[in-house]
C-alpha cells in the first residue's frame, strides 16, 4: 500500500513540475553569472538591490521638494498665523491647530489636502472646521462652507502665481516678497 502512495505522489510532484513549465522559477542558472560580483552588479542594475556605501548619493531622476513647490509654499504663507498641528508634504495635507483671536469659546481649525501641484482651484481640498464650546466647556464642532474658504483658497493661488513667476524670472531671490506684495499681505491679514 505504501508503494503505491509513493507512485502516486511521484506521478502528482511530476505533473505539478510540469505544469511550471520543468523548472523552479528563478533556478534557470544561464540567466546569471557565475561571478557573485557580476550578479552583484546586474542585480543593482535591475533595481534589485542597493549598497550602503552608496546611501547618501543620487542616481539621477527628479525629486520635488517643498521648497520648490509654489502651492505648498503659498499654503503655509497664507495660513502663518495659524500653529500648526501636522505639515506632511510627501502625504499632501496641512492641518493646523485650533486657534482663536478672541476668548469667545469659538475657534476654527482649517485642513488644506494637496490633489495636485498645479495651480488651480480643483488642486486643494479645504475644509474648515469651527469648534463652539459653552461656559462648561462642552463644545460642538461642525464643517461649514462659506466665505472664509473661498479668500483663503483665492489668496493661496494669488501667491502661489506670484512664487510661479518669480521661479520663472532668472534673477529672482526666493521667500523675498515686494513691498506691494508685503503692503498687500499686511492689508489682508487687518480684514480678517
Known amino acids: ?12 510532484f511530476t505533473i505539478t ?21 557580476e550578479r552583484v552588479k546586474k ?9 550602503l556605501s552608496e546611501m547618501g548619493k543620487t542616481n539621477g531622476g527628479t525629486f520635488d521638494f517643498a521648497s520648490s513647490n509654489e502651492l505648498w509654499r503659498a499654503s503655509l504663507d497664507t ?5 500648526l498641528t501636522s505639515a506632511n ?7 493646523t491647530d485650533w486657534y482663536s483671536e478672541q476668548q469667545n469659546n469659538e475657534a476654527i481649525k482649517i485642513n488644506i489636502r494637496f490633489l495636485s501641484n498645479e495651480i488651480r482651484t480643483d488642486s486643494l481640498d479645504i475644509k474648515i472646521y469651527y469648534r463652539k464650546c459653552d461656559a ?3 463644545c460642538s464642532t461642525s464643517i461649514r462652507e462659506g466665505n472664509l474658504k473661498k479668500e483663503i483658497m483665492k489668496e493661496i ?34 480684514k480678517k
Open 157 to 190: 493661488l494669488k501667491t502661489a502665481t506670484i512664487y510661479e513667476k518669480q521661479n520663472k524670472d532668472k534673477n529672482f531671490k526666493p521667500y523675498i516678497l515686494t513691498d506691494t506684495q508685503k503692503i498687500s499681505k499686511n492689508r489682508n491679514k487687518k
Open 1 to 12: 500500500m505504501s508503494f503505491i502512495k509513493k507512485i502516486a505522489f511521484l506521478i502528482v
Open 79 to 83: 495660513i502663518d498665523f495659524m500653529p
Open 17 to 37: 513540475l510540469n505544469s511550471c513549465g520543468g523548472k523552479l522559477p528563478g533556478a534557470d542558472a544561464t540567466k546569471y553569472p557565475p561571478d557573485p560580483k
Open 43 to 51: 542585480n543593482l542594475e535591475e533595481g534589485r538591490g542597493f549598497r
Open 136 to 138: 462648561n466647556f462642552n
Open 89 to 95: 508634504y510627501s502625504g499632501g495635507i496641512i492641518i
